[in-house]
Nanobody, 129 residues
Framework: QVQLVESGGGLVQAGGSLRLSCAAS????????MGWFRQGPGKERDFVSA????????YYADSVKGRFTISRDNAKNMVYLQMNSLKPEDTAVYYC??????????????????????WGQGTQVTVSS
């Protein structure tokens, strides 16, 4: 069992930045690939970014590529999402997720919501225009 707690959300103006954090507890953190997903009002929960167990592979949705950066610190059991140049369409609840399956070697695999067994409660990000 893995428990995930997100933090760092808030209200920011367009063009601003936020850094989301996800604290993991429970089983060995380095044994899990980690992902971020988001769900806007009335929308599906969509993939944002993922990172492999070692941090050596990262994946991004086209909509955030070049603006968001995912990272992890296995010594601290933390995963982060640095979000720059935020846009109103980035407004959503952001969820951290963990997958104990084998590391992915392609985007389609990393973005598959069904791969992630554990989910946090989410943190709200609101970007005003």
């Amino acid at each position: 069992q893995v428990q995930l707690v997100e933090s760092g959300g808030g209200l920011v103006q367009a063009g601003g930045s936020l850094r989301l954090s996800c604290a993991a507890s429970g089983r060995t953190f380095s044994g899990y690939a980690m992902g971020w997903f988001r769900q806007g009002p009335g929308k599906e929960r969509d993939f944002v970014s993922a990172i492999s167990r070692s941090g050596g592979r990262t994946y991004y949705a086209d909509s955030v590529k070049g603006r968001f950066t995912i990272s992890r610190d296995n010594a601290k059991n933390m995963v982060y999402l640095q979000m720059n140049s935020l846009k109103p369409e980035d407004t959503a609840v952001y969820y951290c997720a963990a997958s104990g399956l084998v590391d992915c070697s392609d985007y389609g695999c990393a973005a598959a919501r069904a791969r992630y067994e554990y989910w946090g409660q989410g943190t709200q990000v609101t970007v005003s225009s």
